[in-house]
């Protein structure tokens, strides 16, 4: 596991993270939901050993990051940034397949794995395709297949603990691919992993996640299931926006309704007393 103690990070006089505390745990999803500026890329950079901390210790399996070997490290933790350059012709397999480089087994074993993390990220249709000529949510999605692919298939996995970091992963995606990718998320929990997603969308979270970590100022303000958390307190606080939370109909989660200015909630007929 992952464990987080009195994480500070400063940038001159700018605190961006103010001392939090938090772990991440085998067969867990972990969203960290908040405004722009929240703190909360830099606190998944800090978790992942991106960065080192101003204060406080990050360890992985009980060793600091500064302990592991580059590519032992790369076998078990993956990191899908916000954004990933890459000008060169690649064919979206060639992508996916350089999540392979820590791994020295045969050339053939990688191929069946590059198959099935494009399978798994819904691109094994742009296999062939030039990565520079895919559209936005195409690339992100090469990406997470190419995370998949680095830490491997279920069945390559030891008992180890294995951690994924996903930075906005729907940001850049339509309505079916965010759930698809959450549901890719969700399946890697079910296979033991640890997996920490920075989300902005509420409902999303509250949907996929078994846990939310809320950040504003740098500050981690509330960390709990979606229904201890997405409160029409903690929300109007945090993001300054007035909401209706409510049951979701289709799924056992809360549904948070934004409220803007001068909007009001329908008044529902009660039905008639039977007499």
């Given amino acids: 596991m992952i ?15 103010n001392d939090v505390s938090l772990s991440l745990t085998p067969g867990e999803l ?22 080192t901390p101003s204060q406080g210790t990050v360890t992985f399996d009980q060793q600091p990051f500064a302990a592991w070997k580059s590519e032992r490290l790369a076998k078990r933790r993956a990191v899908l940034p916000q954004h990933s350059a890459l000008a060169f012709g690649f064919t979206v397999q060639e992508v996916v397949l350089l999540g392979r480089t820590p791994h020295p087994t045969p050339h053939a074993h990688n191929l069946g794995v590059m ?13 062939a395709r030039r990565y520079p000529t895919l559209s936005g949510g195409e690339q992100q999605r090469v990406h997470l297949a190419r995370v998949l692919a680095q830490l491997g298939t279920p069945d390559e996995r030891t008992d180890d603990t294995y951690v994924l970091f996903l930075d906005e992963p729907t940001a850049s995606l339509d309505l079916s691919f965010q759930h698809q990718t959450l549901q890719t998320a969700q ?25 939310i ?29 007035p909401v209706h939370v409510t049951a979701n109909p289709c799924v056992a989660c809360p549904l948070v309704i934004p409220m803007p200015a001068g909007m009001a909630l329908p008044i529902l007929k009660q039905p008639a007393a039977v007499v």
């Fill in 3 to 17: 464990e987080a103690r009195n994480l500070t990070y400063q940038i001159g006089p700018k605190t961006l993270v």
């Fill in 30 to 51: 972990v969203a960290v939901v908040g405004p722009n500026g929240a703190g909360k890329t830099t606190m998944l950079r800090l978790l992942s050993g991106e960065l």
């Fill in 115 to 127: 198959q099935w993390a494009m399978e798994e990220a819904g691109v094994a249709h742009l296999a």
């Fill in 187 to 211: 399946r890697c929990v079910e296979d033991g992993m640890a997996v920490l997603a920075v989300l902005h969308d509420l409902n999303l979270a509250a949907q996929y996640a078994d846990k």
């Fill in 213 to 241: 970590a809320v950040m504003h100022n740098g500050n981690l303000v509330e960390l709990g299931t979606p229904h201890e958390v997405l409160t029409p307190e903690v929300i109007q606080s945090v993001f300054g926006m």
